[in-house]
């Protein structure tokens, strides 16, 4: 048996926030943040809603486009780095409650950007072993509740969303998830980092004070370091199961960064025709990025089945993930 990746689903909140907002919010520009990273928009999620909100709409969609009954999934894995509540219950636990889903396995990861990648690994290693049947993976964030409206560097680039998937069983190679990598180095942690409100510098008011709650990030470091592992990994991935750029049809890669995304298309030569971009209307949303940019090829009619996409992304940690995935779904 193989593990499949039998149907997507995404959401995000429908208030929009655009550069032209930013620029009432923070000292910068429209100009200067399209031409530095590509976005033009984010989303944002209201008050009322939070991160399990998010990553259930994502998974309803999911759910329904896998054909199977809910009842039937037997793990529910949620990766992201803006959790409903430090750290208990897991997101993951609030979300299999809203589905009206009880009695199953269910748990958070934390890999930031690389979390859907991650949760694909696993996902792998349950389905082939046999321990789980029908699983669900949800990458949501309301990254709005971790990211400080004062700080230009950061601001900009992120917004809300969810993007989920259905993995389960298949015999057929053609439509099997092929291939997963993914690590990391920690000495980079303090790179982007939210360093607050964690056993290190507990939540207090000299914590809230110097906004230590927020995410904090050397851009210019992060960007450098991104690149050269996002490449590295993409053509490690390719050669270990004997596969040419050209063979892969469509490129996914994590939407933290226009820029980013075609420097490392350019090293790898795929044509931008065959590149997934979401970056400009939903920014960087984290975890939720990469199955956000799936389903958007999906709905717009880019993927089909057998179609052999090729995942990349980076993220905190720093951690980094590459999956060569063939859709299962219809
Ligand atoms: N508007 C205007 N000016 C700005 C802004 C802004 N929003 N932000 C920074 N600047 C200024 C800086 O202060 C600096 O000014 P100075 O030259 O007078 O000192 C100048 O612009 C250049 O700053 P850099 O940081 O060198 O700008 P850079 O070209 O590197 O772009 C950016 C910054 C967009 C953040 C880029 O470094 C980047 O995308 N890095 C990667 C970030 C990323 O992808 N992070 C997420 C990883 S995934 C995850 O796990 C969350």
């Given amino acids: ?15 929009i926030l655009s550069n032209a907002d ?28 939070s991160t399990s909100d998010l ?9 329904a486009r896998s054909g199977i009954a809910k009842e039937e999934i037997d793990l529910i894995i949620c990766a992201t780095l ?3 509540h430090l750290c208990m219950p897991s997101t993951a636990c609030i979300i299999a409650a809203k589905l009206g889903i009880t009695n199953v396995m269910a748990y958070d990861i934390s890999a930031a950007c690389s979390g859907f990648v991650y949760m694909l690994s696993m996902a792998k290693a349950y389905i082939e072993s046999g321990m789980k049947k029908k699983i669900l993976l949800v990458g949501a964030e309301k990254i709005s509740s971790v990211v400080d409206y004062t700080d230009r560097g950061t601001c900009i680039l992120f917004g809300d969303g969810a993007g989920a998937a259905i993995i389960g069983a298949t015999d057929n190679k053609n439509e099997a998830i092929v291939d997963v ?38 851009g210019n470091d992060v960007y450098k370091v991104a690149v050269k592992t996002l490449t590295n990994d993409v053509v490690d991935i390719l050669q270990s199961n004997g596969l040419e750029a050209s063979q892969v049809d469509h490129f996914i890669p994590h939407q933290a ?19 997934v971009l979401t970056v400009e209307k939903y920014g960087n949303t984290s975890a939720a990025s990469i199955p956000m940019a799936i389903n958007d090829a999906y709905e717009t009619g880019r993927i089909h089945k057998g179609d052999l996409m090729l995942l990349d992304t980076f993220g905190g940690g720093f951690t980094w993930a590459s999956a060569l995935v063939r859709f299962g779904g219809n």
């Fill in 55 to 63: 990553g259930t709409k994502a998974a309803e969609i999911a759910i």
């Fill in 1 to 15: 048996m193989y593990a499949s990746l039998k149907s997507i689903g995404a959401y995000v909140p429908s208030r």
């Fill in 181 to 218: 990598h993914a690590s990391a180095d920690g000495n980079y942690a303090d790179y982007l980092i939210t360093p607050g409100c964690g056993s290190k510098y507990p939540c207090s008011q000299e914590t809230l004070d110097e906004r230590l709650n927020f995410i904090k990030m050397k």
């Fill in 82 to 84: 803006s959790p409903d």
């Fill in 257 to 275: 960064n226009f820029r980013i995304i075609d420097a490392v298309r350019e090293k790898l030569n795929f044509p931008i025709e065959k590149t």
């Fill in 22 to 49: 930013l620029e009432k919010m923070v000292d910068t520009s429209d100009e200067w943040i399209e031409k530095r990273t590509g976005i033009k928009e984010r989303r944002i999620a209201s008050a009322e809603e």
